[in-house]
């Protein structure tokens, strides 16, 4: 398995406060995203990131910024959380574009 | 845009085999995969299909009919651990990484 953590596993907060989700990989790669996964939706893309201060935005992006600093960490905020983004966030990494990889998620609610 | 179908829920015996339907519409095709994922845990890989025809990897095979946007994930010898749902998922435009993922099929492999 690839070697994935993601931080923190389990968070509850409050409308209106800024939340960050960290994803941390051992493995190098060069590419990282992060996907929220909703009932009835399936997995989304956030933003994804194709490089150390490269990244771009996927489809539901609105609400969330990202940044990459350095290879093995990319970080999600939500600068004013709100009760729409109560969801599990999944980040994942790929070496080349081609298969992506999963962390073990992080269920945020905003109450 | 992109619509990516499959059946919500399927039920199939142990022992027995399943086939699981994807069908797509996305503007452009570069390379289809599929993923399970146990509840409250990470998708994990299973296959990737870029090209027509059938892909086996032990009692997982993958299916893919470019022309006809479609894609199947047949399992067979089925046990109860294969009780999770699948993930079908296609990558759009060449050269980008985005996957757009279906909304998954339950299976529920009863004794």
């Known amino acids: 398995d690839a070697g994935i953590t993601q931080s923190p596993r389990h968070k509850v907060t409050e409308t209106g406060t800024p939340v960050t989700l960290r994803c941390h990989q051992t493995e190098n790669h060069r590419y990282m995203y992060w996907y929220r996964q909703d009932p009835g939706h399936g997995l989304r893309l956030i933003h994804y990131s194709y490089g150390v201060k490269d990244t771009d935005k996927g489809e539901v992006s609105d609400g969330y910024s990202v940044s990459r600093s350095k290879t093995e960490d990319f970080l999600l905020t939500l600068e004013s959380a709100t009760s729409s983004q109560t969801s599990v966030y999944f980040c994942?990494?790929?070496?080349?574009?081609?298969?992506?990889?999963f962390g073990p998620g992080t269920r945020l609610t905003v109450l | 845009g992109q619509n990516i179908d499959q059946p919500t829920e399927m039920t199939a015996t142990e022992g027995a085999i399943v086939q699981i339907n994807c069908t797509y519409q996305?503007?452009?095709?570069?390379?289809l995969f599929w993923y399970q994922q146990h509840a409250g845990e990470a998708p994990t890989f299973l296959s990737y299909n870029v090209l027509d025809g059938l892909e086996e990897k032990g009692r997982f095979s993958s299916f893919l009919s470019r022309s006809k946007g479609y894609s199947y994930l047949l399992l067979k010898e089925l046990q109860m651990k294969d009780s999770a749902s699948y993930l079908c998922a296609v990558r759009g435009r060449t050269g980008a990484n985005n996957l757009f993922f279906g909304t998954g099929t339950r299976l529920t492999v009863i004794p």
């Open positions: 994942a990494i790929s070496e080349t574009t081609d298969t992506q990889y």
């Open positions: 996305t503007s452009g095709f570069n390379g």
